[in-house]
Each structure stands twice: as C-alpha cells, then as structure tokens.
C-alpha cells in the first residue's frame, strides 16, 4: 500500500508540474501573438518609425520565446525600413516655412547632409553669422498630423496590451501617452523645456545642457549649440574605469533630475547624451520629459524607503494609494509585494557594490513583466497608474544602459543621497555638491 500511495503521489505531482508547465507554455504563447499583433498595429499608423521606437520598449525581444521571435524582429525591422526619406528641398521648406525667412538668411552655413535622424525629423549642422555652429532638428512635413491621427490607435494598442497585463489600465494611461508624444511635436514647447533643464544643470561640474537659440526655434524647428563629443558605441569601448565613471554620470543626470527638480528627460536613449574632451557628459535632447509637483516626487521617494527599510504595511499602503492597484484586493498580501519589489532593486537596496550586466538586466527585466516570472499573478492584478509612466519607463530605461557599460557601483549609497539626504557617497557626488547647495560629506 505504502509503494502504491508513493507511486500516486509521484503521478500526481508529475501531472501538476506537466499542468503549470503548460500553463505557463500558454502564456509565452499569448505573450509572444500579443506582441506580434500591437507590431501589426503599430504598422497601420503612418508614423510607424516613431511608434516603434516609443512602444517597442515594453515588447523586450529577449522575452519573447525563440520560435516567434524571428516573426517580430522580421516586421519591426520592416516597419523601421519604412522611415520616411525625405528630399532635402522639403526639409529646407520647412525650416524657411516656420522662420519665415530663407535659409540663407538665418544661417551662414548650413550642411544639406543630415548628421543625425530623430524620431519625426532629422538633426542637421549648420553655422550662424555670428559664428556660433548649431544643431538644427526640422521635423519631416506633416508628420505633426499623421502622428495626432496615429493617437486613435493608442487606445487599440493598450488593450492589446491588457490581455498581457490584466491589470492595466488603458485610459489612464493612453491620455499620459498621448499628452507626452503629442508635446513632442511641438518644438516649441521641447524649446521650454530644454531651456528649463539648461538653467537647472548651469555650470554643473561635469552635465552640460547645451543652449537654445531661442530666435530661431519655432513650433517645426530647433535650434541648440551645436556639442561635440564621443558616441555611446564607443563609451562602451573606453576602460572600466571611465565607462564607471560615464554610467554614475548617466545615473546622476536622470534620476537626480527626479529627485533634486521633479523634472526629468523620459527618454535615456543612448543617442541623447555624449562624453566631451573634458568629461563632462552632453544631455542633448529633451522632446519626451516629465515635470512632478514636489508632493509627488516625495511620495514616490516614501514608497522606496517603505521597501528598502523592509516596512511590509507601510510599502502595501502607500503603493495602494498611488493608483498601482486596489487596495481591497486581498490577494496583492504585503509579503509577496515586498519580496517582488526586492527582486526588482536588490541591486541598489543593498549596501554593496554590485556590477549591472546585460544578463542581469535580462534576469531583472523577467521579474518586472514576464509571464515566466514567478510573481507573474502578483503583476496580472496590478497596473501602472498615468503619472507614474513615464518615470517608470525613465529608471528601467537607465537600469538597461547601465546594463550595457556593464557598470560598478554601490548603487545603494548613491540612492541614498536622493532618499535619505545623506551625505555624497562617491568623487562625483562630492564634486556636485556644492551646486545643489549640499553639505560635503565628513
């Protein structure tokens, strides 16, 4: 009898496993035709290019099982191939358009050849007759009304997105979405606030936000000094030392824009920044940013000591209060909320040095939306409320270059500059000190 009940406890176990096996073969299969299907969405809408690039970041390839992967690496790479290509007469016609000038009056010299594409326009250099060299960004003609026309399909999207992520809330989040994109097509309100980071980072001892050339910027065109300096590629190329030093810099720059202003650039695309000749790091584009009430920042600032202090209630509370899911559900416990959010942050929750490597941010990236996660029924339940996008989309975002310059830190002790007021933990944060008006460390 006892080998019997042995052999039937084996069965049952073994069918259990088989169970949750497929059970979770389902969903890698949902996960992967989802995002195969938001790829075919994004598809229709006439600024494909830049949708690809604002959405793609929550549909991670490494994530996707390896049999559909192929498929949609094969229709992004076609949606990418679809870029506009436009002559340069009719970006000429812009830039005359909006300054309402020719061109050989506003410019002494300007380069036909872009130097550089952005997400609904292209970056050109050109030099004033006062000698100053410039970077100029024109958006490409009528992309301003495709990309408002694209807005339609947004709500589309997210609830493609939602058979994935249950939890999620399609309106909240569709009006952040499309508020935030639709001010990117306005350079003059990208104008505002480039100058506004420009004044905050002012003869900061190693970020440099170059100027606006404000009588030049218009609804359709911008005009920035013009900053040389060495490409993320080849960051990654220099000594451990220096892409430490370029990474904490990174860090510094984004999420101490959060914490010290509540004014943060959503947008760490490794294209938007540059190492200079003299060590300071060019922050160069601001189209995608966020301004927090100081309410706000401190709310999140509470939520994040709640965990890193390990104070269960405390972290369930204020979450629940935030909007990241309803706080009658009793099946979000306090223990299993606590466990997740260290699994996402143990890296800069602990007092360690701990070196960010892109397997690391893959393992990471599986626990924060992934249906192999083992805190995937935790993330089904939750959502992610409006306000709190794009900073979330911003520190992921930072988490993943990091990740890339496979960077050393203690992590831990520089968040606790922001979180606590300690004092500077690293040279950088001592050199910056004095600019926020901080007390150097004893």
Not at 13 to 33: H, K, P, V
Request: glycine share 6%; hydrophobic share 45%; with cysteine.
């Amino acid at each position: 009898m006892g080998a019997q009940a042995a052999r039937g406890a084996a069965t049952r176990a073994a069918n259990i496993a088989r169970s949750e096996e497929a059970r979770r073969a389902a969903l890698e299969r949902r996960y992967a035709e989802t995002a195969e299907q938001i790829v075919d969405v994004l598809g229709t809408m006439k600024g494909a290019a830049m949708k690809v690039g604002q959405v793609v970041s929550f549909i991670d390839l490494e994530f996707v099982p390896p049999e559909y992967r192929d498929l949609i690496q094969e229709k992004l790479a076609e949606l990418r191939s679809a870029a506009p290509v436009v002559s340069f007469d009719r970006m000429r016609k812009v830039v005359e358009d909006d300054l309402e000038q020719p061109l050989a009056a506003a410019f002494a010299h300007f380069d036909p050849e872009a130097v550089a594409a952005a997400s609904i326009g292209q970056v050109y250099r050109a030099h004033l007759h006062d000698g100053r060299e410039v970077a100029v960004k024109v958006q490409y003609p009528g992309v301003s009304a495709a990309v408002r026309a694209d807005m339609q399909n947004l709500g589309l999207l997210l609830r493609l997105a939602r058979r994935i992520a249950p939890g999620l809330d399609p309106q909240a989040i569709a009006g952040e979405i499309r508020e935030r994109i639709i001010d990117e097509c306005d350079y003059e309100l990208e104008a505002m606030a480039h100058r506004a980071f420009e004044r905050d980072w002012r003869g900061h001892p190693f970020v440099f936000v170059p100027a606006v050339v404000s009588s030049l910027s218009r609804e359709r065109v911008l005009v920035t000094e013009w900053v040389d300096g060495m490409p993320f590629d080849e960051v990654k190329s220099l000594p451990k030392e220096e892409r430490d030093r370029f990474a904490e810099i990174v860090y510094r720059f984004f999420i101490g824009s959060f914490h010290r202003t509540g004014h943060f650039s959503a947008d760490p695309h490794p294209g938007n920044y540059l190492l200079m000749d003299d060590g300071r790091v060019a922050f160069i584009d601001f189209g995608m940013n966020k301004k927090l009430t100081a309410e706000r920042v401190e709310a999140e600032r509470a939520w994040l000591r709640a965990a890193m202090e390990r104070d269960h209630d405390a972290l369930r509370k204020q979450l629940a209060a935030l909007g990241f899911f309803d706080a009658a559900d009793e099946r979000v416990t306090a223990e299993r909320l606590m466990d997740h959010v260290w699994a996402l942050s143990w890296w800069w929750f602990e007092d360690r040095e701990a070196t960010i490597s892109r397997e690391f941010v893959a393992e990471i990236m599986v626990d924060g939306g992934d249906p192999r996660s083992e805190y995937w029924d935790l993330m089904r339940r939750e959502t992610l409320p409006g306000d709190a996008v794009f900073a979330h989309r911003m520190a992921g975002l930072v988490f993943a270059v990091l990740g890339q310059l496979e960077a050393t830190g203690n992590w831990h002790r520089i968040a606790r500059e922001y979180l606590y007021e300690d004092p500077p933990s690293t040279p950088l944060g001592e050199a910056e000190a004095p600019f926020w008006g901080l007390a150097p460390a004893a």
